[in-house]
């Protein structure tokens, strides 16, 4: 066992859990949920996937519905996912968002007061890449990094705006390295250690954007210890 990978669902007692793992056969990802008193039988992915040095695996549970989500790699451009229901248990494998590259290192994050999930993605060409599940479809990936300096590490981080003023969604990360060419429409450069916010429905940076909300909030290395 390499990675192991777990969520809980807000609304009852239920647990899911990804594992990915390697043998002689080559690596592969498995998928369960705990009710509260026992684990049902696991599925497991139906291709192989590139490895396991990355944490390529990632699962959540939609707020409203109850429903569980699982992505993974499969060993090309589009990230692998399943859908689990208290009904109908796990769906067939389903080809999801293309990210433009392998994607090594995968990570969901819910809303807690919808179903949409963000997926946040770091690829084999050190993209950072962020798509928005909103219960029942993926929406058009953004690619908000064109080199992370990472490949397989978590350069990233997400979170949803709580309370009462939230409105929308919004975006939080920390750039990994300098940089006066980060390719983000309307941002002349970042530094590294810097933690920005970013806030726009749908998180649609292309060019052309003339909407949404950019500032920096504060800096990680007024934390460190020297």
Known sequence: LSWLTLASDPGSDRIVA???????????????????????????????????????????????????????????????????????????QVSGPNIGANPNTLELVADPHTDHVMLATVDSARDVSFVRWDGEAWGASAQLSGDSGESGNRPFAFVWQQGEAATGTSLWLSPSADSSTPGWPGVNAVYQGEVLQFGQPGLEFAPGTTAGTFRHVFDLREFAVD
């Open 18 to 92: 990804g594992a990915l793992r390697s043998d002689l056969l080559g690596s592969t990802a498995s998928f369960t949920v705990w009710n509260g008193s026992a684990w049902a039988a696991p599925v497991s992915t139906s291709s192989l996937l590139t490895g396991t040095a990355e944490r390529s695996i990632a699962v959540a549970f939609e707020a409203d519905s109850g429903h569980a989500l699982a992505v993974y790699e499969g060993g090309d451009n589009s990230v692998r996912y399943r859908t689990w229901t208290a009904a109908g248990g796990w769906s067939a």
